[in-house]
């Protein structure tokens, strides 16, 4: 629910836009996306996605290509992000493994000071 | 004295609770009311029984399904940057996102129990794991927050594209890593889980619904000496990941049958019962506002998704831009989600304000109490709109697992017709709409003897329950069709 498979490589309405007594032709809906187009509806931020072109092939396989990137430039800083993610995660592995050596000495040294108090008793 | 009561005339029949002792007769009745019956104990069953205390439980099925987890993420991240082409969209957001919501009306919250973000969770603790308590606002505030983070997420897919952008989707996971390896860096057991995750809370609602239900034989429990071994676990044992005590669990809702109680139970005390979906509904005790307003927020969402998808969202957005002159899309989606998710919690306001006048309850505790018979039919819709992305682009999934591994797939997406989804669609929303009436009645009448107050609860919140369904309906009836 919190994200919308609908919109899986913008494949949603062309050729599945048959639910219902709404059912739309292929003109109607070529109609509405260049409309849409035109209309200048603004767009998703970061989106790959083009406006549909009524012209994209719609018996691709896997699903409907119109309204997908069609081959747009994705900028992927693939390097940058996974450097951070791995960074960060070591900075936290790091840091719990050092609070728990701290801990446990902690917890030896407590110890220890029960067992020397028994035994000077 | 409060205000309230300085202010409230002495004929009124508002009962009294300022002394503690419940002078309600309602009151009274249902505290004595006895909790949900237990069925059949499938742990009698010896297969079940041996899969559930063996060693490799769940283990077993964590690691070919992080197997494939892996794979997604590597897919997302440096696969085929169009969603069309990349088997881990496919996999992530056709398959398993709309078989998320059954797998909970079937089973409950099992995908927990085998979620690859559990085990990297109890990796990451074995390595370095500092074992802090849980911070106490994450305990009163988790389910907060994970309200919050789901209406984000909702809103941020829709806001920068995360379901078609793969490398959005693998970004998300990637923040869910860092979550996840933070609380299990430095937090007991499964902190992130029980009081984080966004789909935690989701599943915790929806299992409710589920028909499976691990709950602990009182009486033997009664003359248990092992120091509650079900939560704390043993020597062998890991203790229950989400904090549940099973003795006094009355609710599916955080419990992930990881089967570690009953591993660790000397006395065979725990059971796992078969039930009718959204029985545990029916003898609801303790309710909560947040988990209610979580109810009412998914609705809200499902309502906006659908919304989304119509041909006239288009339109509505063109519509928008030339009236108001706002040309950015977050501020008008931000517009249009703020109104989507509020409708269903204005109306459920609307209706515990109205039963409130009836039954002589404040609307909060209304509020509180019926959002739950809402919850049927919120995992209806759910499933209904989550039908459509399975069976009209399940071949998606074929053709791209099946290009990863050198095949070729060029048949349609859909898997059945446009006629049998709707059909399923209109079974699930029908489903739906009888459990959340029968669980709305089952709730009134455990919770209130006199026919006026029934009456005058179950009347406000049916017309609520009648009201979400014909808007589901009606969404259903048209065509799907992308905003773009």
Same mark, same amino acid.
């Not at chain 2, 398959?95 to 979620?115: D, H």
């Given at each position: ?121 | 004295?409060?205000? $309230? ?5 002495? #004929?009124?029949?508002?009962? $009294? ?10 009151? *009274? ?26 060693? =490799? ?10 197997? *494939? ?12 940057? $169009?969603?069309? $082409? ?9 398959? !398993? =996102? ?68 793969? !490398? ?50 009182? /009486? ?5 000496? %092992? ?49 009718k979906p959204t029985? /545990?509904? !029916? ?8 988990? %209610? ?25 063109? !519509? ?40 002589? /309850? ?14 049927p039919l919120?995992?209806a ?11 009209? /682009?399940?071949?998606?999934?074929? #053709? ?27 079974t699930f929303l029908a489903l739906g709409l009888i459990g959340s009436l029968y669980t709305l009645r ?23 329950i009648?009201?979400?369904t ?15």
């Open positions: 629910m919190a994200t919308d498979p609908c919109r899986v490589g913008g494949s949603y309405g062309r050729r599945n836009a048959v639910f219902g007594p709404l059912m739309l032709t292929s003109g109607q809906e070529s109609s509405a996306a260049t409309r849409v187009g035109v209309a200048g509806v603004p767009s998703r931020v970061g989106s790959d996605s083009q406006p549909a072109l009524a012209s994209m092939p719609a018996d691709m396989p896997g699903m409907d290509m119109s309204g997908s990137s069609g081959g747009a430039a994705v900028h992927r800083p693939l390097a940058p992000v996974l450097g951070t993610f791995g960074g960060g995660t070591a900075v936290v592995l790091l840091t719990a493994g050092m609070m728990r050596r701290k801990d446990r000495t902690a917890d030896l040294a407590k110890k220890a000071a029960r067992a020397a108090g028994r035994s000077g008793k | 004295m409060s205000q $309230d009561l300085q202010t409230r005339p002495k #004929s009124s029949p508002r009962p $009294d609770r300022t002394a503690g002792i419940k002078t309600d007769p309602d009151d *009274v009745r249902f505290d004595r009311q006895p909790g949900e019956p237990l069925g059949r104990d499938l742990l009698k069953n010896q297969v079940v029984s041996a899969v559930l205390r063996s060693r =490799w439980y769940p283990g077993a099925f964590q690691i070919p399904i992080a197997a *494939v987890f892996g794979l997604v993420a590597y897919e997302l991240l440096a696969g085929p940057p $169009d969603a069309h $082409d990349n088997a881990g969209t496919a996999l992530m957001w056709v398959l !398993w =996102w709309p078989l998320l919501p059954l797998l909970y009306v079937l089973f409950g919250r099992l995908w927990c129990a085998v979620c690859p973000f559990a085990a990297l969770s109890d990796f990451v603790q074995k390595l370095v794991g500092v074992n802090r308590p849980v911070p106490p606002f994450l305990k009163k505030y988790g389910i907060w927050i994970i309200d919050a983070t789901f209406l984000a997420i909702t809103w941020a897919d829709h806001v920068f594209g995360i379901v078609e952008s793969p !490398w959005g989707s693998g970004i998300l996971l990637l923040l869910l890593t860092s979550a996840v390896i933070v609380s299990g860096a430095f937090f007991q057991r499964r902190t992130f889980c029980r009081y984080l995750c966004f789909l935690g809370g989701l599943s915790g609602n929806y299992s409710r619904t589920g028909m499976l239900a691990l709950r602990a034989d009182q /009486e033997v429990c009664a003359t248990c000496t %092992s120091k509650a071994a079900c939560y704390n676990g043993t020597d062998t044992v890991a203790a229950c990941p989400l904090f549940s005590f099973p003795r006094t669990m009355d609710s599916s809702a955080n419990c992930n049958l990881c089967a570690n109680c009953i591993k660790a139970c000397p006395n065979d005390a725990i059971t796992i019962t078969v039930r029985k /545990e509904l !029916w003898f609801l005790r303790t309710p909560k506002i947040e988990e %209610s307003f979580l109810a009412m927020a998914i609705m809200g969402v499902v309502i906006i998704q659908n919304v989304t998808m119509l041909p006239g969202w288009t339109d509505a957005l063109a !519509w928008m831009n030339r009236t108001t002159g706002i040309t950015s899309y977050p501020v008008i989606f931000t517009a249009v989600f703020a109104v989507g998710v509020s409708i269903p919690v204005a109306l459920l306001t609307l209706a515990a304000k109205v039963a409130s006048l009836g039954n002589l /309850e404040s609307t909060f505790k209304n509020f509180a109490r019926f959002g739950y018979s809402l919850i919120d995992v819709a759910h499933l209904a709109h989550n039908m459509f992305h399975l069976l009209a /682009e399940g071949g998606s999934v074929i #053709s791209t697992v099946g290009t990863l591994f050198g095949g070729h797939y060029s048949g349609s997406p859909a898997l059945v017709g446009n006629g049998t989804i709707q059909v399923l669609q209109y089952a709730i009134t009448h455990r919770r209130y003897l006199t026919p006026a107050r029934r009456r005058s609860t179950i009347l406000p919140f049916s017309v609520l009648g009201i979400l014909a808007l589901n309906v009606v969404m259903f009836m048209y065509p799907m069709a992308h905003r773009m």
